[in-house]
């Protein structure tokens, strides 16, 4: 069964920089897509960064030049840069994969805190 798990949140000041990473096993299917959601108290989960197989990648307006998402194919890990975090951006970080198969089928990680506060 397809396994996502995030790590690297926690809290951090206004301006500061964080790292999530997150590592996906437990299938032997292939992913053509992964990305990183978030969602803040009260609000609906958004799309934050999303990163394909062959390295197109798109981000939500509100993290464009400060978030880089990247990937490994490799070793089957993704990452998210956050650069110059603000308040806003505090929220539960999601990991999400879209995996080839028969049929297609994704898989989300369970979720990690971010909390951008002075």
């Known amino acids: 069964q397809a396994q996502l798990v995030e790590s690297g949140g926690g809290l951090v000041r206004p301006g500061g920089s964080l790292r999530l990473s997150c590592a996906a096993s437990?299938?032997?299917?292939?992913?053509?897509?992964m990305g990183w959601y978030r969602q803040a108290p009260g609000k609906e989960r958004e799309s934050v960064a999303r990163?394909?197989?062959?390295?197109?990648?798109n981000y939500a307006d509100s993290v464009k030049g400060r978030f880089t998402i990247s990937r490994d194919n490799a070793k089957n890990e993704m990452y998210l840069q956050m650069n110059s975090l603000k308040p806003e951006d505090t929220a539960v970080y999601y990991c999400?994969?879209?995996?080839?198969?028969?049929?297609?089928?994704?898989?989300w990680g369970q979720g990690i805190q971010v909390t951008v506060s002075s």
């Open positions: 999400h994969a879209d995996y080839y198969g028969d049929p297609d089928f994704e898989a």
């Open positions: 437990g299938s032997s299917f292939r992913i053509y897509a």
């Open positions: 990163i394909v197989s062959g390295g197109t990648t």
